[in-house]
């Protein structure tokens, strides 16, 4: 051990740092993409997508990152040239991957908060073909306080209005020269929303109405859906990952190897986007709508089942919950037998995404705690499994057991402790009283039909499900005397009786 950690410190002493002088790389991409955020998510998804499409089939994409806040990364970036490391980790077909790649197409990071006229320089760029953007859900918002004037807006709408208005200007509104604006922040209707706002910056700054008729008729706006998880620099074992390079990497980056880009768009944006040409699960489609409800109902809903029915029964992760031969099969049997019933897509697409879904649940490079995704429970059922549940009994006249059996362990789990110990519940402060006072009941039978009955949890009142209140008490009656697992069995006995 203490030769093993003397190696490594000279290792360490001896790397070299990265940048295009010490690691040979091609010569930088002409400017093809603006990019408003340099933060792991997009480096470790957009940057590698084109990586993949400039290697593959030469499409010969340079990237201008621009770091939309006053702080950030841009300098650390622009230190390694815009090179740094890829590392991806992950389940596939049963199987481990790994692989690593060095990311090359960053051309440029502009600070715009620093070198504003460089920033505006690069509506200028002649090749200039894609916005792309991820500034989190918060980033595509109206700031009124924003003016032209300022140098530069505080908002990434903003910003990116003057960068449109800058380009309208310098090509003389040419309709030749709009771009392909493909956000990629995590809210429905991303592109649409980002549209609105930028047209009430055109006339809130009076901008006229030739420009705005550029913007709408010379630009195109997709909406997306995006999906990998990236867990981003993994400080503590750095030396683990550098001791692989032959260079000293302060970008590194790290995340699975699940990849899913759904971009809204025609045959015009699949010539502009060609993946088609490549190995990447990059699909370009009339509508993602489809697409979004399958993530949010598979992935995002076996989560939100998996969570107190698996912090009840003892598990602390992701990984467990899905090891474990009760908590795994229940999670599995769940999804495959009523939640992809009620989708309207392929069944056989449904399917191999789930068990996409279940590879990257039993990533052993991904540590992802059950108490982290705990936030917001209530919330999450509605959106997530609630549709799923209602749609089922819907369909086929019967409660779904398992989805049943995941809400009763939801409201047990709500009550803050089990078996002498404390849950990690965290909730609006509203709902938290809500269900502390309906745990203060004094029958079981009150304290459901209080929450069941309460529609700003769940949208409607539940009470009015039929048979529904009385198999979610069959359910706490049986996992309060014998248990999560004997209880479920003992629950799904009775209720098929």
Not at 253 to 261: I, S, Y
Not at 279 to 305: C, E, F, S, W
Request: hydrophobic share 40%; aromatic share 10%; glycine share 6%.
């Amino acid at each position: 051990m203490v030769a093993e950690i003397f190696w490594l410190l000279i290792i360490k002493v001896k790397r070299m740092k990265l940048n295009r002088n010490t690691v040979p790389v091609s010569d930088k991409q002409p400017i093809k993409v603006i990019q408003f955020g340099e933060g792991n998510f997009l480096r470790a998804f957009v940057e590698y997508a084109f990586q993949r499409l400039n290697d593959e089939i030469a499409f010969n994409a340079g990237i201008a990152v621009i770091q939309p806040l006053s702080e950030g990364l841009i300098n650390k970036l622009n230190d390694q040239d815009g090179l740094y490391t890829l590392f991806l980790k992950g389940i596939k077909d049963g199987k481990t991957v790994q692989e690593k790649h060095l990311i090359s197409n960053i051309v440029k990071g502009v600070d715009p908060h620093v070198n504003f006229d460089v920033y505006c320089d690069l509506a200028k760029e002649l090749g200039l073909q894609f916005i792309i953007s991820n500034t989190t859900e918060a980033g595509i918002a109206f700031n009124d306080s924003d003016t032209f004037d300022m140098q530069p807006p505080s908002s990434f709408p903003g910003k990116l209005t003057r960068l449109l208005y800058e380009r309208f200007q310098y090509f003389n509104g040419d309709h030749s020269k709009g771009l392909t604006i493909i956000p990629c922040e995590l809210i429905n209707y991303n592109a649409d929303t980002l549209k609105h706002i930028i047209l009430q910056y055109v006339v809130k700054w009076e901008l006229g109405e030739v420009f705005k008729t550029w913007l709408l008729e010379a630009n195109t706006f997709h909406n997306t859906l995006v999906d990998r998880i990236v867990p981003g620099y993994p400080k503590d074992t750095i030396e683990q990952y550098n001791a692989q390079l032959g260079y000293e990497d302060r970008m590194l980056v790290t995340a699975e190897n699940f990849f899913l880009w759904v971009i809204e768009g025609g045959s015009e944006l699949k010539k502009k986007l060609p993946f088609s040409n490549i190995d990447l699960d990059v699909k370009i489609v009339d509508d993602m709508q489809p697409y979004r409800t399958r993530k949010v109902r598979i992935l995002n809903g076996a989560h939100t089942v998996m969570v107190p029915l698996s912090l009840l029964y003892g598990n602390e992760t992701v990984k467990e919950t899905m090891d474990d031969p009760f908590t795994g099969a229940f999670v599995r049997e769940a999804v495959f037998g009523e939640i992809i019933p009620t989708l309207e897509m392929d069944r056989d697409e449904l399917e191999n995404f789930a068990i996409d879904i279940f590879d990257r649940f039993r990533n052993p490079f991904i540590k992802h705690l059950l108490s982290s995704i705990a936030l917001n429970s209530v919330s999450k059922f509605k959106v997530r499994v609630l549709p799923s549940l209602l749609t089922y009994i819907e369909n086929t006249g019967q409660l779904p057991k398992r989805l049943v059996f995941a809400l009763a362990c939801l409201i047990r789990f709500y009550k803050g402790e089990w078996n002498g110990a404390q849950l990690p519940v965290r909730d609006d402060k509203q709902e938290m009283a809500s269900f502390i006072e309906a745990w203060n009941m004094t029958s079981i039978e009150g304290t459901v039909s209080k929450i069941l009955g309460n529609i700003d949890f769940w949208g409607t009142d539940l009470t009015q499900v039929e048979k529904l209140e009385q198999a979610v008490i069959m359910a706490l009656e049986e996992m309060e005397a014998n248990g999560i697992e004997v209880g479920f069995k003992n629950y799904s006995s009775k209720l098929i009786a």
